[in-house]
């Protein structure tokens, strides 16, 4: 038999690679989830001292935590 209710669960995938940037999931933008990834990673490398030459964007997915 088959429950009568199903949850929907989302994959931290679908933000961070699988949508488009244009996407929005459960009421958040794709774009905007992955800024705040990319700031959230840059504050954190900043609290370790952690240095870094250069942002790349690469796939095309990672752009926007670039910009963050």
Given at each position: ?68
């Amino acid at each position: 038999s088959y429950p009568d209710a199903s949850r929907c669960r989302l994959c931290a995938m679908e933000y961070i690679y699988f949508s488009r940037p244009d996407s929005v999931l459960e009421d958040v933008s794709v774009h905007t989830a992955r800024k705040l990834c990319g700031r959230m990673l840059a504050l954190q490398d900043e609290r370790e001292g952690l240095q870094a030459d250069m942002v790349v964007g690469v796939p095309d997915s990672s752009l926007s935590a670039a910009l963050g």
